[in-house]
């Protein structure tokens, strides 16, 4: 009942504000639009694609949890849980690990903003939202000079219904 009735259950840009200017694909796209960008994701998400990156990923976990071992514990959430999905994205969408820290500082401002009134949230999460519209509008740019193997490279090239992404929907699948 509730894919049916998009109307009432709506998942569009007002569903959630987190500092985003247009809805964020596929997640604020309502059917029957949602099936159209569901069908570009699928196969880049297919287990056989996934299975791909394993390698990649386990040498991440290696790298964030070797060192713990000798230091004898620490505060998981610092050393592993937060850098490890936010690494994983950087390198999926081609951006430099260097900037974890910066990535993680931003998803936090998005999250957790320090702020206390509804308004000043609103404005905080603006302002994050913008800086991470910037970087990603960066790498979009230096993608259109020169392609990459990452999700950045493959949506500059994608067609949804034989129309090509356009730089907002690439802005929108990035974010």
């Not at 950087?90 to 430099?96: I, K, T, Y």
């Not at 957790?112 to 603006?126: G, I, L, M, S």
């Amino acid at each position: 009942h509730v894919l049916a009735h998009p109307e009432i259950f709506s998942s569009g840009i007002d569903a959630v504000a987190i500092g985003q200017v247009r809805p964020l694909i596929p997640l604020q796209i309502d059917p029957p639009q949602h099936k159209h960008y569901r069908r570009l994701l699928d196969p880049i998400f297919a287990p056989r694609q996934v299975a791909t990156l394993e390698a990649q990923t386990r040498a991440l976990a290696r790298d964030l949890v070797d060192p713990l071992v000798a230091r004898g514990g620490c505060n998981f959430h610092e050393a592993v849980a937060e850098p490890f999905p936010t690494t994983v994205f950087l390198q999926l969408l081609g951006l430099p690990v260097s900037r974890a820290k910066e990535f993680i500082a931003l998803k936090d401002g998005i999250i957790r903003p320090p702020v206390k009134t509804h308004d000043e949230r609103v404005a905080y999460t603006a302002e994050v939202g913008t800086k991470i519209y910037a970087i990603l509008q960066e790498a979009i740019d230096a993608r259109m000079d020169e392609r990459g193997d990452d999700f950045i490279s493959l949506f500059l090239d994608a067609e949804v219904d034989g129309h090509r992404l356009t730089n907002d929907d690439v802005l929108a699948f990035a974010r």
